[in-house]
């Protein structure tokens, strides 16, 4: 997507909501441990919307140290679209795979180009 598409109407097949994982990891210390792991999960549903530009998206774990307390230490990111379904509704994270333009068969691919 371009510039032009800014503001244009899109269909939407998928969303991501935010969500936690336990997840067994090894920490520094060389021990087993059960972290909690925010991860964002996939929705399906069809919608339309108007397309309102790119975010990027971190998943990690909160971590504890005595020096500075609790962190979120970033394991993984990756980019999606913002999109809002209607002027009352909060604007929501789209995969960029689950994104087409009305008229359009075309997908638009993982770096936001038209396929």
Request: proline residues 4%; hydrophobic residues 35%; positive net charge.
């Amino acid at each position: 997507m371009t510039i032009e598409d800014y503001g244009k109407k899109v269909i939407i097949s998928a969303t991501y909501r935010r969500g936690r994982e336990q997840r067994t990891v090894i920490n520094k210390q060389g021990r087993e441990t059960t972290s909690i792991w925010k991860v964002w999960k996939r929705r399906y549903f069809e919608s339309n919307g108007i397309f309102l530009g790119f975010r990027w998206l971190k998943e990690g774990t909160r971590e504890y140290e005595l020096e500075y307390g609790y962190y979120f230490a970033v394991k993984g990111g990756f980019k999606v679209a913002l999109v809002s379904p209607s002027p009352r509704l909060n604007p929501v994270y789209v995969p960029l795979d689950a994104i087409r333009m009305p008229g359009r068969k075309r997908l638009i691919d993982s770096k936001g180009r038209v396929l």
